[in-house]
């Protein structure tokens, strides 16, 4: 069974461009999250989508912003890109029942740095 | 702060050794994950343990949580040099679902 899947891996953008990352979840999983992490702030949600709703968000500003399609596969974007947004961001996903034995999965992550 | 904190922040031991990190929260939860994280790598999921559990096993991993004390260990018995690595607990609340919190992480070196 394929795992998370993030692509790119890496990437490099500069300030005020715009960035899309992509994921595809572990087959037969509903639930896509995204995290961000860097040295400073350390591991911290960004939002979940499950059936293409978004169900729960995390303190970001509204430059970043997700989407989940159909079938479960989801995106990132990172718009206005400011050098702060220099992180890891990683993907992942979980079957998304409730069931308190719900294992999260996580992808490789994609490397951003905005120049 | 609702994040977990871990301690110590880093742990060198020598190969064979057995190694313990610890995990405070601060909130009701439903699960509490262990993860480990290789230097500019994902996380790879080791252990999910419920609130309603106190110990579990995984190979030479062992987890214990304390919902009374709202902590939580990793051990990991006779350590291996490839077990360097940064591990990370992360809480799931109660209260908020599909979502993890997550520690600040203990950096782990296994000396050869």
């Known amino acids: 069974k394929a795992g998370v899947t993030q692509t790119p891996r890496y990437l490099i953008k500069t300030r005020g461009q715009q960035v899309t990352l992509s994921c595809s979840p572990i087959?037969?999983?509903?639930?896509v999250s995204w995290y961000q992490q860097t040295p400073g702030q350390g591991l911290q949600f960004l939002f979940e989508y499950f059936s293409e709703t978004q169900r729960n968000k995390g303190n970001f500003p509204g430059r970043f912003s997700g989407r989940q399609f159909s079938n479960s596969r989801s995106e990132m974007n990172v718009s206005t890109l400011e050098l702060g947004d220099s992180a890891l961001y990683l993907c992942?996903?979980?079957?998304?029942?409730?069931?308190?034995?719900?294992?999260?999965?996580f992808g490789e992550g994609s490397w951003l740095t905005v120049v | 702060s609702q994040q977990g904190e871990e301690d110590p922040q880093a742990l060198s031991i020598q190969e064979g050794e057995n190694a313990t990190m610890n995990c405070s929260y601060k909130t009701s939860i439903n699960n509490l994950q262990w993860y480990r994280q290789n230097s500019g790598r994902g996380l790879v999921h080791l252990i999910l343990i419920r609130s309603n559990e106190r110990e579990k096993h995984s190979g030479r991993l062992r987890v214990t949580l304390d919902t009374s004390k709202k902590s939580s260990s990793l051990l990991i018995t006779a350590s291996r040099a490839a077990d360097t690595a940064s591990y990370f607990c992360?809480?799931?609340?109660?209260?908020?679902?599909?979502?993890?919190?997550f520690g600040s992480g203990t950096r782990l070196l296994v000396r050869p």
């Open positions: 992360a809480i799931e609340r109660m209260d908020s679902s599909y979502k993890l919190i």
């Open positions: 992942a996903s979980s079957s998304g029942t409730g069931d308190p034995g719900n294992t999260i999965y």
């Open positions: 087959s037969g999983h509903r639930s």
